[in-house]
């Protein structure tokens, strides 16, 4: 068994359902290599696949859980890991914060939807959003010198935002794509697989 | 390279209005006020070319705009009757930066520069609150430490001692903060100027094409005290109601704030009522310039204002934020007073807006007499119905078969997303208004109720739901919903009427007999995947062969697009999503 088939089948429980290509992206990996490695777990009973998408079996969720103990045992006690993580969690706080401000706006006393009809509104959260981004550098950049993988994430967080700063304003916090909040609730969920931590919302 | 006559400092007097290209849009905007006879806080501005100036000289100010600064300085202290630096009489400054087109990345605000030990006592003594004083240094350390030094520091909060927060700058840059107010203005004016060459400031050029030789200005404006005493305090006004639109100003007043109390959220606000009561001559003066600001703008304004000891500064005018319903009612009314035409109120109107003000929404003698199952934050507007189910793949598969489903979860991660696209609503355990599902129901448009409290979505299994993400409850059973329709309400009728007659597209609510209508919602499903959004062309070619079309995807822009293209007759329940898409993506015909 080599790193990725574990690594193949962690990066879809992820994303719960995907292809190749998105798993391999997320990774940061060669799709040829997803796309074998997810063959094999679909030998192994690990994976359920039909029509080039995947998703994790529930044999594979059991399976995974093992293998966490033994893959991540020794980064759940590194205390320079869980000291980014900590440091993580309150920058995650403030994204959260961000990307509401994203999506409402204050109309006088009360919150109402955002429907970005306000350009100067819009730009100063774009903005804050490239001041978070550099903190988020700064972090999660610490947790990639001990788990170099992250490192892919924070790639995809920089595209995101150039993406935004590009005029396309879907990739803040838009669902279907690669959004900055899509790529952080995925690199969240990742820090709290390897970690063990339970999401607290 | 010679050049013509330098200029490294202007003050705003209000005796002309300065290029916009020249100064930036902070300082452009301020002497705009000033022209209109509108009192603000003395001002100076250091205008672009000092910028390139200062970029050229590898990154130091020279002794000319130096000594123009200190200037602009004594000019500033002689409208103010203050001193900068001197405890006795303190003169405080904000420094921004301001360039012709507002860009990220370039510095943010500082506000109290200036501000240095024996102020920060002489605060004390003059107040008579020395925690408010050191708070305020504290502050204005932090946001120097932040802003100017790049230090890495936590948000501010309230409790750290000034000392200590300029340890931790030192710590973290290896700078200090200065001591002389001076230096400290220098710094800063360095800082705004740098961050025309930031990462961010760059990238956002390279994307819009704005040439890198432009630069920054920096306003330089003295500090009014909101703080002073009890004829003092700070506040905000809507020039009408922003959540109604009802043409009657709103404001929110903070006795004896300074500016960012506002805005930061920190202290209790009261009403204007209470303002008149006791400053009633500012508050007849704020009402009459905010009716000038109105109408020079043609737009709703939103102004912040200080009072210093009985006397009224604007700090700031922009369009003001506000309700989808404000937004229609806003268009309508301005367009009455004869303050915009037809084409104006339509592009003051977003497709968005309409279909927010046509949500369907609850009844309140409905919601008034049904069960609540479950109670928790608001986190997305609007009323779905639906079954409770508690896994993800089953709410996909139950949704497949045409089922409404609501789906109902302890917390949600990333491998819930593909639930929370098939549910109409979601409702989760745990989390606040700013959890992963909040901002993923929020970007989906689902309405949903976060932190109803462990082990209620378990208990939501099954049963028929109707979830209010306005109220943040959840009601038994399937409620009847209120639909609103643009005939219903007179003032969507009214801008129904003027897209009518504008609209790049025919757009109608009822087929011609006998003609074959493309249903695009139908014709495109296998190209709505994840990863590819439907291009024009793909449209283009599903619509071959057809004189009319349906579908959700013609109230996009790359729907409008397609429909214009083929020159198709577009079919909607609601023409006026379709035309007001059209307008905003092809313009007025003849315009």
């Known amino acids: 068994m080599t790193d990725l088939d574990f690594l193949a089948v962690h990066g879809l429980a992820i994303r719960k359902a995907g292809n190749p290509a998105s798993v391999a992206v997320l990774l940061g990996a060669d799709e040829a290599d997803v796309s074998a490695a997810l063959d094999r777990a679909v030998t192994a009973g690990h994976v359920a696949g039909a029509n080039g998408t995947f998703m994790v079996a529930p044999a594979g969720q059991a399976w995974l859980t093992e293998k966490y103990q033994t893959v991540f045992g020794g980064l759940r006690a590194d205390g320079d890991l869980l000291h980014a993580y900590e440091r993580f969690e309150k920058v995650n706080g403030d994204l959260l914060a961000l990307m509401t401000d994203w999506q409402t706006m204050p109309a006088g006393d009360a919150r109402v939807s955002n429907d970005h009809s306000n350009p100067d509104y819009d730009a100063k959260i774009i903005d804050a959003l490239g001041a978070l981004h550099e903190r988020a550098e700064r972090v999660v950049g610490r947790a990639a010198e001990i788990v170099p993988r992250l490192q892919t994430h924070l790639d995809r967080l920089e595209a995101a935002y150039d993406q935004v700063l590009g005029g396309a304003h879907d990739y803040v916090s838009g669902v279907r794509i690669d959004s900055y909040h899509t790529v952080w609730y995925e690199l969240h969920e990742d820090l709290l697989r390897i970690l063990e931590k339970k999401r607290q919302e | 390279m010679m050049s013509t006559t330098r200029s490294p400092v202007l003050s705003l007097d209000g005796t002309s209005v300065p290029d916009r290209d020249l100064v930036g849009g902070k300082a452009w905007s301020l002497a705009q006020m000033l022209s209109l006879g509108l009192r ?35 000019d500033l202290e002689r409208r103010t009757g203050r001193r900068f ?46 925690a408010y004083a050191r708070d305020t240094r504290a502050r204005f350390c932090h946001a120097f430490g932040e802003i100017v030094l790049k230090a890495d520091l936590d948000p501010y909060v309230t409790g750290p001692t000034p000392t200590e927060i300029c340890e931790r700058v030192q710590e973290d840059t290896g700078r200090s903060i200065p001591a002389d107010p001076y230096e400290q203005l220098f710094d800063a004016i360095c800082a705004v100027f740098d961050s025309w060459q930031s990462t961010r400031a760059k990238s956002y050029r390279r994307h819009w094409g704005i040439p890198d030789d432009g630069g920054t200005a920096v306003t330089v404006q003295a500090m009014v ?41 920190t202290h209790a606000v009261v009403g204007l009522a209470q303002m008149r009561e006791h400053l009633p001559e500012a508050v007849s003066e704020l009402l009459d310039w905010a009716d000038t600001l109105e109408k020079e703008h043609a737009e709703v304004q939103d102004i912040e204002f200080t009072v210093e000891s009985g006397t009224l500064y604007l700090l700031q005018t922009r369009a003001a934020k506000r309700s989808p ?32 003000v046509l949500m369907p929404r609850l009844d309140p003698a409905v919601a008034a007499a049904a069960s609540v199952l479950a109670a928790g934050e608001p986190a997305c507007p609007g009323v779905a119905t639906g079954v409770g189910v508690l ?6 598969s139950r949704s497949a078969a045409g089922e409404n489903v609501v789906l109902v979860r302890p917390t949600t991660s990333p491998d819930d997303v593909h639930g929370m696209i098939a549910a109409k609503a979601v409702v989760t355990d745990l989390g606040g208004a700013t959890s992963h599902a909040a901002v993923v129901t929020r970007a989906l448009g689902r309405p949903s109720v976060v932190g109803v409290g462990k082990g209620t979505a378990a208990s939501l299994v099954g049963r028929h739901l109707t979830v209010d993400g306005r109220s943040g409850r959840v009601y038994d059973t399937i409620l009847d919903l209120v639909e609103a329709r643009v005939e219903d309400d007179p003032i969507l009728g009214r801008i129904a009427a003027w897209a009518a007659g504008s609209s790049p597209l025919n757009v109608v609510d009822h087929p011609v007999e006998g003609v074959e209508v493309a249903d695009l919602d139908l014709l495109l499903t296998d190209l709505s995947a994840r990863e590819t959004p439907i291009d024009v062309d793909q449209i283009t070619a599903a619509l071959e062969g057809f004189s009319s079309a349906r579908g959700a995807i013609l109230a996009t822009e790359q729907g409008v697009r397609a429909a214009h293209d083929t020159g198709i007759t577009v079919v909607a329940d609601c023409p006026l999503l379709v035309q007001l898409t059209a307008l905003r993506t092809l313009g007025t015909p003849g315009a």
């Open chain 2, 391 to 396: 896994d993800p793949d089953e709410a996909v």
């Open chain 2, 225 to 265: 005290f909101g703080n002073l005493d009890d004829r003092s305090g700070t506040g905000v006004l809507f020039t009408r109601n922003p959540l109604s639109g009802a043409p009657e100003p709103y404001g929110e007043w903070l006795p004896g704030g300074q500016g960012e109390d506002v805005v930061g959220g």
């Open chain 2, 325 to 356: 319903e404000a937004a229609v009612r806003i268009a309508v009314d301005l367009f009455d007073e004869g303050l915009i035409d037809h084409d104006e109120g339509l592009a003051r109107v977003t497709p968005e807006q309409v279909r927010s």
């Open chain 2, 85 to 130: 630096g001197d405890p006795s009489h303190p003169m405080l400054v904000s420094v921004r930066s301001g360039a012709a087109v507002s860009m990220p990345g370039m510095m943010d605000t500082i506000l109290n520069l200036g501000m240095t030990d024996a102020i920060e006592e002489s605060l004390a003594t003059s107040s008579g609150d020395p």
């Open chain 2, 40 to 74: 603000v806080p003395p001002a100076v501005v250091i205008p672009v070319p000092e910028c390139r100036h200062y970029l050229e000289a590898e990154r130091s100010l020279d002794e000319e705009v130096q000594s123009a600064i200190r200037s602009g300085i004594k």
